[in-house]
C-alpha cells in the first residue's frame, strides 16, 4: 500500500498485447481434466507441520462455478505507471476503460461460454480475501483465479479490528451465508500502511487507522528498534497480519461458525511485491480449543466448547517449525520469542 507516497510521472512503454494477438483458452484448457480437489499451495515438506489443511477450490459438479483461470491479460490503459502492461495513467482516459471492458467480456464469452450466465445465478466462493487496497496486490490476480473464486473485503493495510463493522459484515455475510471454507488475511510487504505507522509524521484522517498497527509497534519496539529499517519494515507487516489472523480468531461470527461443525480455516499469508510470490506464514487456525481462553466465547446454548488450551496464535508465531511456502524455515522463527500482538 503505497497510496501516501507518490507516483512516478514517468509513462512507461505500451507493451499491451492487442485483442488479435491474444491465444484463446477454453475452460477444459484452463483447468485440470479430473475431479478432484484443486490444491492452491505445496504440499508440506519434511519437518513441517502437517495439520494446516491445504487451501483448496473444489471442482465438482455440484459447484457450476469452477475456477476461472484463464490467460487474458490485462488490457485496460488506464493504469499506474508501474503497471504489468506498460501504459500510464496520465494518457487513459475512461472511456478506455469501458473499451477494454467490452474486449474483456467478448473474450470470456468466447472462451468460456455460459460463465456470466452461471454468476448471474448465484455466487460460491470458497474463499474470503482480507487484503490490502494497494492497487499492486489484486486479489484474484496474484491467485490466477477470475470472477466468482473469491469474496473480498479490502482496507488499508488489511487491518481487522473489532470496531469496524464493514468488515465483519463481509465476515458474517461470507460465513454465515456464503458458507466459505478459509478465511485468508493477506499483507505484502513494503506497504505504506505499516512503513507509515514506523514513523512519526502526520497523515490526516488515516493517522487514527493507522493506531491500530502502531500499537503492534508499540508492544515489540524494543526488539524492532534493534533491527534495521527493511527487515524491520517486514517484521511488521506479518505480525499484523498475525494480529489480524488473531482478531478473526475472537469474533463470536467465526466461533459460532466452528461450534456448529462448519468447515473454516483462518489463514495468514503474505505478498511478495518484488517477484509476485505469497509467502504462508503457517498461521492456520481451524478450531476454537486453539483461541485464547478469554476471548473463547460459550455457545448461543451456554455451552463452552473450549474444553482444553490448544496452541494460541502467539506460540504459533514463536514456533521453530514455522515455515514459509516454500518449505524453507522462516527467518523470523529464532527472533520471534519475544514479539507480542
Request: hydrophobic share 35%; with cysteine.
Amino acid at each position: 500500500m503505497n497510496a501516501l507516497e507518490q507516483p512516478s510521472t514517468t509513462p512507461a512503454p505500451n507493451t499491451a498485447a492487442s485483442p488479435a494477438q491474444l491465444e484463446p483458452r477454453t475452460m477444459e484448457n484452463a483447468m485440470p481434466t479430473n475431479n478432484d480437489t484443486v490444491s492452491k499451495q505445496p504440499k508440506p515438506q519434511s519437518g513441517q507441520p502437517t495439520s494446516v489443511p491445504v487451501l483448496s477450490i473444489s471442482k465438482d459438479e455440484s459447484n457450476p462455478f469452477p475456477s476461472l483461470i484463464t490467460d487474458f491479460p490485462q488490457l485496460v490503459s488506464f493504469e499506474s505507471p508501474v503497471s504489468s502492461t506498460g501504459h500510464s495513467t496520465h494518457n487513459g482516459t475512461l472511456s478506455d476503460v469501458l473499451e477494454n471492458n467490452l474486449q474483456w467480456s467478448t473474450h470470456i464469452q468466447q472462451t468460456n461460454p455460459g460463465l456470466f450466465e452461471k454468476l448471474n445465478l448465484k455466487q460460491m466462493p470458497e474463499i474470503l480475501w482480507i487484503g490490502c487496497s494497494d492497487a499492486r496486490v489484486p486479489a484474484e490476480s496474484i491467485c490466477g483465479l477470475g470472477p466468482g473464486d473469491l469474496f473480498v473485503h479490502r482496507n488499508i493495510a488489511n487491518v481487522v479490528v473489532h470496531t469496524d463493522l464493514s468488515m465483519l459484515s463481509v465476515v458474517q455475510y461470507a460465513v454465515d451465508i456464503l458458507k466459505v471454507k478459509h478465511i485468508v488475511v493477506c499483507g505484502h510487504y513494503k506497504c505504506g500502511g505499516c512503513m507509515s505507522a514506523m514513523s512519526n509524521k502526520q497523515f490526516g484522517l488515516i493517522d487514527n487507522w493507522l493506531r491500530n498497527i502502531k500499537d503492534i509497534y508499540s508492544a515489540n519496539a524494543e526488539r524492532l528498534d534493534l533491527l534495521e529499517e527493511t527487515e524491520k519494515g517486514d517484521v511488521l507487516v506479518e505480525l499484523n497480519v498475525a494480529k489480524s489472523v488473531w482478531n478473526l480468531c475472537h469474533t463470536t461470527i467465526v466461533q459460532n461458525a466452528w461450534d456448529r461443525g462448519q468447515q473454516l480455516s483462518v489463514h495468514g499469508w503474505v505478498y511478495r511485491l518484488s517477484n509476485g510470490r505469497i509467502e504462508d506464514l503457517q498461521l492456520c487456525i481451524t478450531q476454537k480449543d486453539e483461541v485464547n481462553s478469554v476471548y473463547s466465547y460459550v455457545t448461543t446454548t451456554g455451552i463452552h466448547t473450549a474444553s482444553r488450551r490448544g496452541t494460541s496464535i502467539n506460540e504459533k508465531l514463536k514456533s521453530p517449525n514455522r515455515h514459509h511456502a516454500s518449505g524453507t524455515p522462516t527467518q523470523l522463527a529464532s527472533r520471534l520469542d519475544s514479539l507480542e500482538l
